[in-house]
């Protein structure tokens, strides 16, 4: 995609992942080495592949792409190994890497530790290359592919402040005029994550455009979070369905029942919706299932709000009243 960072510096957040970066990197190019393999989770959105473009460009290698679903039988792996450059250095980057079948697997176990395949009973030679494997399920990767890897990132989702900074930095580079507070608005909706942040983001440009001078201001964003049925705290019908199911409930619910009762398909309750929901305290998870918490059930106006008298402190304040009488 033509408007996503290209360095280090244009990339928000995740400080810790960019420090290593940034030592790893340095060091390879001063000793003109090969990267070592690294595995990136996270859940969707949150830059995984921006972040393999934006390693490739910094370290100036080429960049091979594949999906771990289409990698279905040895010969596509050759097949994505056959291009590396003689001298070195390239990047492989295989997304949802979970999904390749085993004997993919086993055929990258020697491409990565010894740079060489074996076809027909016969080894050959591969130039160095470093493998960047993402994932979202971490927890479906073999423990002999994941020790290949010699770097490990988890990616956080982004705090409101970042995502806005993200929202900032792209409405520059796309010369897009927009207000700090329509900023704001996108931010708290977001769930922390960059991919629906920049969804919100073109949808409100486009209503700007479609109904004045393509200025995105708070007015425009409210308008628009409206119209896509999106909540101040960024819910969408999909959270809402959820909610309303375990609100039905009395006791917690596996995620197969979730599923049929919310009809939403698994990978999407647990992948998408549901880091959010227990985040925010909507729900939780125990070990018998989810369940909706009281602030759920609040939020989706199944129960009155509680009155918001700080019980907790007060019995600590009628001390230092006391103490102060
Ligand atoms: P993933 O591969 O994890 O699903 P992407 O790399 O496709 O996510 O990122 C989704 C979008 O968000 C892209 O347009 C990307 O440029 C942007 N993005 C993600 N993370 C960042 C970040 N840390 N800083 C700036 N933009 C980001």
Redesign the pocket.
């Known amino acids: ?1 033509a408007n ?2 290209l360095t280090l510096k244009d ?4 400080e810790r992942i960019k420090t290593q970066l940034a030592v790893t990197l340095g060091a390879c190019k001063k000793n003109s080495k090969a990267m070592p393999h690294m595995l990136l989770y ?1 859940n ?7 972040l393999s473009e934006i390693i490739a460009n910094e370290y100036g290698s080429r960049l091979h792409v594949a999906m771990g679903g289409n990698l279905n039988k040895p010969e596509d792996v050759q097949a994505l190994l056959a291009p590396l450059s003689d001298d070195g250095g390239d990047i492989v980057f295989i ?1 949802e890497i979970h999904r390749m079948p085993i004997k993919c697997e086993e055929m990258l176990y020697t491409a990565m530790e010894d740079f060489e395949v074996e076809t027909g009973g016969e080894r050959f030679w591969i130039p160095n290359f470093t493998m960047i494997g ?1 994932t979202t399920l971490a927890g479906d990767l073999s423990r002999p592919l994941r020790d290949r890897f010699g770097l490990h990132f988890q990616l956080q989702n982004y705090q409101p402040d970042e995502v806005g900074m ?1 929202i900032q930095k792209l409405s520059a580079r796309e010369n897009t005029s927009i207000t700090d507070g329509a900023i704001q608005e996108i931010a708290k909706r977001a769930k922390g994550v ?2 629906i942040a ?1 969804n919100f983001y073109s949808r409100c440009k486009e209503f700007a455009d479609f109904l004045g001078d393509g200025t995105i201001n708070e007015d425009v964003a409210a308008q628009q979070f409206s119209l896509m049925g999106i909540d101040e705290m960024g819910l969408d019908e999909n959270d809402y369905r959820v909610l309303n199911y375990l609100a039905t409930q009395p006791r917690p619910v596996g995620i197969a029942a979730l599923s049929t009762g919310a009809d939403i398909d698994m990978p999407t309750i647990t992948n998408m919706i549901e880091p959010y929901l227990v985040q925010t305290g909507m729900i939780n998870r125990t070990r018998s299932g989810r369940e909706i918490t009281q602030k759920g059930k609040e939020w989706i106006g199944v129960v009155p709000p509680q009155p918001v008298a700080s019980t907790d402190n007060a019995p600590q304040r009628n001390r230092l009243e006391r103490l102060r009488a």
Do not use: E, H, S, W
Not at 11 to 14: L, N
Not at 44 to 50: A, D, F, N, Q, S
């Open positions: 995609m996503r960072p990339y928000i957040g995740q996270g969707p959105g949150l830059g995984k592949t921006t997304d993402a993200i960059a991919r920049i």
